[in-house]
Each structure stands twice: as C-alpha cells, then as structure tokens.
C-alpha cells in the first residue's frame, strides 16, 4: 500500500543547531514530494517541492531537502535553526500519475530550546 | 491578492446536526481540496473539486459531500454529525492542481467542535 512515514514524533532542537527530519515513502513510481510546515492555529505552508531533476531542493526560510531514491527518503534539512522554526512539520506525496490525492505524513512537532 | 478564506473559523454543534463550511480559494485557482486534520488521524484527504467537478474522492462516509460554484468557491457539508467529526477543516486551492505546479494553497481552517 502507498504511504509516508515520517518516524518522528517529536523534536527539540538548540537555536542556532542542525536539523534533519526523516520522510520516507511508499509507492511503485517515484512520486512528487513536499514538505509543509504548519504554525500554531495556522494552515499549512509549502517549503520545497521535488518532481525530478536535482535531487537536492532548495526551499523557503532557508531549508533544503534531499531525495534518494535508493532509501525511499526525502528528508528536510536546516543548518541553523531559528526560535521561530517551531512548528508541525509534514511530509506529503502525490503520485505522478493517477487520483491526484495529496498524501501526508503524520507530522513532527518541531521545539526550539534557547 | 487575497489567500484562501475559509469560513466560519470556529463553530460548535451536537450530534445528528448537519454543518456547511465555506471556502473562497485564491482568485484564479480553478482546483479546491479539502483536508481533515484530527490529532489522532492527521490530516487526510476529503476531496477535490475543479471547474464545479468533484475530481477525487478520499475515503470519507457519504455525510460528507461538497460542492464547487462557478467562481470556484466552495463548500463543504457533513450531515448528522458525530462526535469523531470534531476536527480542523482545511480547505486548498490550486491553479489546476497539486501535481500542475506543485503547490497548494491553505486556508487557516475551520474548527468545528461536536458535543
């Protein structure tokens, strides 16, 4: 069955330290990938895309995510996080051909500690 | 321009009433996609509608149906309510949807809270 799995729950991070959240995927065919990021009481908001080509994609507010195919994985990074990075964070897919369902992850809660 | 305008943002009901949310998309996007957000099943797809069609369908009971008009904005509607229906409703839009350019649009959503 198609999925994404993102194996973290939850994360506390230091300001000012490296972030690596996990996704991995479940399908027959490469499919598009996203990540989104959801502040409290807010909708979501895209961070990066990938659909092909470069498989490291550069997004907003300064993160980046790496595709391999060969692990099923599109994990989001950020080098230096900031106080205000807190917030949900989802992985989400939608196949490259077929019912356009976007499919999302079950979200890791992002903490920023001083 | 204007995002995606989701209405009313809060709301209280009881079981068996039925509720009908709105949903104004971005000027210009033809596609509007609905997601259910519960902290138990996260956020799953409702359905999705472009130019006035509902084009997929998640797998929801038929006490949720939706409509899109002719300027794209949308609704939303579940019929006797139960109390697992407590939930955040987002609505999206898109050009002509996710896999054209890639990106969704999100409304902040709509609460709804059944007692």
């Known amino acids: 069955a198609q999925s994404v799995t993102q194996p973290d729950i939850h994360i506390t991070v230091s300001e000012g330290a490296s972030l690596e959240l996990r996704c991995n995927y479940s399908?027959?065919?490469?499919?598009?990938l996203f990540w989104y990021v959801q502040s409290p009481g807010q909708g979501l908001q895209l961070l990066l895309k990938?659909?092909?080509?470069?498989?490291l994609v550069q997004g907003i507010k300064g993160f980046e995510a790496e595709f391999k195919r060969s692990q099923s994985s599109f994990n989001l990074r950020k080098p230096s996080v900031h106080w205000s990075d807190a917030a949900e964070y989802f992985c989400?897919?939608?196949?490259?051909?077929?019912?356009?369902?976007?499919?999302f992850g079950t979200g890791t809660r992002l903490t920023i500690i001083p | 321009k204007a995002g995606v305008t989701q209405t009313p943002r809060y709301l209280i009901k009881t079981r068996g009433q039925q509720v009908t949310l709105s949903c104004s998309p971005i000027?210009?996007?033809?596609?509007v996609s609905w997601y259910q957000q519960t902290p138990g099943q996260g956020l799953q797809f409702l359905f999705e509608?472009?130019?006035?069609?509902?084009?997929n369908k998640g797998n929801f009971p038929g006490r949720f149906s939706g409509r899109q008009f002719s300027n794209s904005r949308s609704e939303m509607n579940v019929s006797t309510l139960e109390l697992g229906d407590s939930a955040l409703y987002l609505c999206?839009?898109?050009?002509?949807?996710?896999?054209?350019?890639?990106?969704?649009?999100f409304g902040e959503g709509s609460r709804l809270t059944v007692l």
């Open positions: 999206a839009s898109s050009l002509v949807g996710v896999r054209n350019t890639g990106e969704l649009f």
């Open positions: 399908y027959g065919a490469t499919p598009y």
């Open positions: 509608y472009f130019s006035e069609t509902q084009r």
């Open positions: 989400a897919v939608v196949p490259n051909f077929g019912n356009e369902k976007l499919t």
């Open positions: 000027s210009g996007h033809r596609s």
């Open positions: 990938y659909f092909s080509g470069d498989t």
